[in-house]
C-alpha cells in the first residue's frame, strides 16, 4: 500500500507561484509514475499533469502547458508540481496520485491511478 502526503497549498494572487509536493511512503515503495489532479467546487476531477517513474517523459494538460512544471526526486521519494503565472481559475484543491505497478508508463486518465493523497487546497484570487 502506497501512502501519498501533499502539501504546499495556499492562497496567492494572480501572477503568482506556488510549489506543490507529494511525499510517498509505503513499506515495498519504489518509484513509478505519478499524476497531479484537481477539482474545483462542483467541477470533476481533471488531469493536470503526469510524470514518469525515472523522470524522462512528461505530460501536461493544455490549461496548464508552459506554466506548471512536474519533477521529481526518487531519492526523496517526492513528486513536485511547480506552478507559475497563476490563475483564478487555478483554484481547486490538488491531489497526487500513483499509479500500482512500476512498470507502468504515466497516464492522463483518473481511473488508471491507484493511491491517492488527500489534497492540499490552492486558492488563487484575482
Known amino acids: 500500500q502506497v501512502q501519498l502526503v501533499e502539501s504546499g497549498g495556499g492562497a496567492v494572487q494572480a501572477g503568482g507561484s506556488l510549489r506543490l509536493s507529494c511525499a510517498a511512503s509505503?513499506?515495498?515503495?519504489?518509484?513509478?509514475?505519478m499524476g497531479w489532479f484537481r477539482q474545483g467546487s462542483g467541477k470533476e476531477r481533471e488531469f493536470v499533469a503526469a510524470?514518469?517513474?525515472?523522470?524522462?517523459?512528461?505530460s501536461y494538460a493544455d490549461s496548464v502547458k508552459d506554466r506548471f512544471t512536474i519533477s521529481r526526486d526518487n531519492a526523496k521519494n517526492t513528486v513536485y508540481l511547480q506552478m507559475n503565472s497563476l490563475k483564478p481559475e487555478d483554484t481547486a484543491v490538488y491531489y497526487c496520485?500513483?499509479?500500482?505497478?512500476?512498470?507502468?508508463?504515466?497516464?492522463?486518465?483518473?481511473?488508471?491511478?491507484?493511491?491517492w493523497g488527500q489534497g492540499t487546497q490552492v486558492t488563487v484570487s484575482s
Open positions: 496520485a500513483a499509479r500500482q505497478s512500476p512498470y507502468w508508463g504515466p497516464s492522463t486518465e483518473l481511473g488508471q491511478y491507484d493511491s
Open positions: 510524470i514518469s517513474s525515472n523522470g524522462l517523459s512528461t
Open positions: 509505503g513499506r515495498t515503495f519504489s518509484p513509478r509514475a
